[in-house]
């Protein structure tokens, strides 16, 4: 039998994990999963899923890997600034190659966010599939609860978080969360084309309160810091991070200060059957 779903991204975090939840719910022999590098093929090979390589700049050899697919995850790409049009070069091969339905990974509120950096290419993706003719269906993914947890030793170390979020909440879950979302409308009933899933986390929580909880579990008293969006670019350029990654996430975060990272909606658990992975357990988890 040939592969019937594929998942872009597959070497990246959130593709491996949707490609281990579609595992958990169909044969492998149905999986196919897409890498940019050769090299990235091994682990995926490993689990029986049919890797095609092509890059989101290659619009021919992208239209050959998906020959044969019907139903596509395109997870966004994180090259910032290139993905509309990396993101369309995929839609208009999915069109030639006669994929029946894509689900694609966007943002929180993607139409209506405070946030200014990151939804432009996710809008610009939405209108492409939107024009594409595609049947297609809009994951829009809130913030990844490891994007906190995974500083979280080096906040200990360092005695402290930083952010310019203000009081601002956010309503993450983990990633596995939004793969396993992925997932199952991949593998389910289709929806209704252009139907949108706002997607986040069950709870929300401010930087004091994580900063609290970080506390609790380190066993070492930590604060939070609020600067403004300029401070904070400069103390993220400070620690090495690239100018324009920098400003990306100054920008999350400010958007975040005017509720850009919360949502009280429960599809995600919803979709799932199951509660959202607290965020103090990925915390912990992380610890
Ligand atoms: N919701 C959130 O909080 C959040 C946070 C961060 C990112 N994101 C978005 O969600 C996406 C998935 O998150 P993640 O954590 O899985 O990111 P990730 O680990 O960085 O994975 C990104 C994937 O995109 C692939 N990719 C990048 N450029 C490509 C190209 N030109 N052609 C083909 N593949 C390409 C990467 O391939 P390589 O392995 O070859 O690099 C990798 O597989 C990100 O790309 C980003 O758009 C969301």
Sequence with gaps: ???????TGASGQLGALAIDALLAR???????????????????EAKGVDVRVASYTDPEA???AF???????LVSS????????????????????????????????????????LPGEHVATEDAL???GLDYALLRNGWYTENYTMGAKDAVKGGGLIGTIGEGRVSSAARADYAEAAAIVLT?????????????????????????ALSELSGKTLGFTDM?????????????LPEAVAAMLADSEAGAAKGGLYSDDKTLSDLLGRPTTPWRETLKAAL
């Design 26 to 44: 169909v044969p492998a022999s149905e999986v196919a999963g897409l890498v940019r590098r050769p090299e990235a093929a091994a682990p995926l």
């Design 188 to 212: 389910g009933d289709l929806p209704t084309s252009g139907t949108v899933y706002e997607l986040a986390g069950d709870d929300s929580y401010s930087l004091p309160e994580f900063a609290a």
């Design 130 to 132: 939107a024009a594409s």
């Design 67 to 73: 020959a044969g697919i019907e139903r596509l995850l």
């Design 62 to 64: 992208l239209k050959a």
């Design 228 to 240: 403004t969006p300029e401070a904070y670019k400069d103390a993220l350029t400070g620690f090495g």
């Design 78 to 117: 994180s090259e910032v600034g290139q993905r509309a049009a990396q993101h369309q070069n995929v839609i208009d091969a999915a069109g030639a190659a006669g994929v029946g339905f894509v689900a694609y990974t966007s943002i929180l509120n993607a139409k209506g966010s405070p946030l200014t950096i």
């Design 1 to 7: 039998m040939s592969a019937k779903y594929l998942v």
